[in-house]
C-alpha cells in the first residue's frame, strides 16, 4: 500500500503518484541529495537572526522591525507551521507595545540551505501580508524566485522524515 503523503495534500493525483513511485522505489532521497547535497551552516539564534535579517534589510527595509528570530524546540512539524510568525502588541502605561518575532522549528536545523531559505521568506513575507493570499506568494517569490519549487521540495523532505527515510541524518 502506498504510504499517506499528507504534506501534499493539494497537488495533483499524478504527481502525488511520481512521488509514491520514487519512495517505492528508494529514488526519492537520493533525488533531493543530488539537487541540494549540503545542508546549511546556522546552528544558533544570533545566526539565523542575522541570515533573516540580510534578507528583512534587501527586500524589506521598510516593514516593521523584528525584535526576535529563534530556533523553537516546540514547534512540531506534523501539527504546527514550519515556522511561526507572531505580532505582539502590549499596553503600557498608555503607550501600545509592538515586536514582531519569526520562530523557526528547530527540527529545520539539518536541512539545505535553500528549503531554510524558503521558510525564512514565508515568514518575512507575514510582516507585510498576515494573510496567505495572492499578494502573499507574489511577495514571498519577489524575494525568492524558486519559492514554489522550494515549497515543495521541502514537502518532499518532510515527507521522507515521516517515513524515517531522512537522507540528511
Wanted: aromatic share 8%; net charge positive.
Amino acid at each position: 500500500m502506498a504510504p499517506s503523503l499528507p504534506y501534499l495534500q493539494g497537488y495533483s493525483p499524478e504527481l502525488i503518484q511520481q512521488v509514491q513511485q520514487l519512495i517505492a522505489q528508494n529514488k526519492l532521497a537520493t533525488s533531493l541529495q543530488n539537487r541540494y547535497p549540503d545542508i546549511h551552516q546556522l546552528s544558533s539564534d544570533k545566526a539565523l537572526y542575522d541570515y533573516t535579517m540580510a534578507f528583512k534589510q534587501r527586500y524589506l527595509k521598510r516593514a516593521s522591525p523584528l525584535n526576535k528570530v529563534l530556533w523553537d524546540d516546540k514547534i512540531t512539524l506534523k501539527k504546527q507551521a514550519l515556522g511561526l510568525h507572531s505580532y505582539i502588541a502590549k499596553n503600557h502605561g498608555g503607550k501600545t507595545k509592538s515586536k514582531n518575532e519569526i520562530r523557526i522549528s528547530s527540527r529545520l536545523k539539518r536541512i539545505p540551505e535553500p528549503l531554510l531559505r524558503m521558510v525564512v521568506v514565508h515568514e518575512l513575507a507575514h510582516l507585510k501580508e498576515k494573510d496567505h493570499n495572492k499578494a502573499f506568494y507574489q511577495l514571498c517569490c519577489h524575494m525568492e524566485p524558486q519559492y514554489h519549487q522550494l515549497e515543495f521540495d521541502l514537502r518532499l523532505l518532510l515527507t521522507l522524515v515521516d517515513l524515517e527515510l531522512n537522507p540528511y541524518e
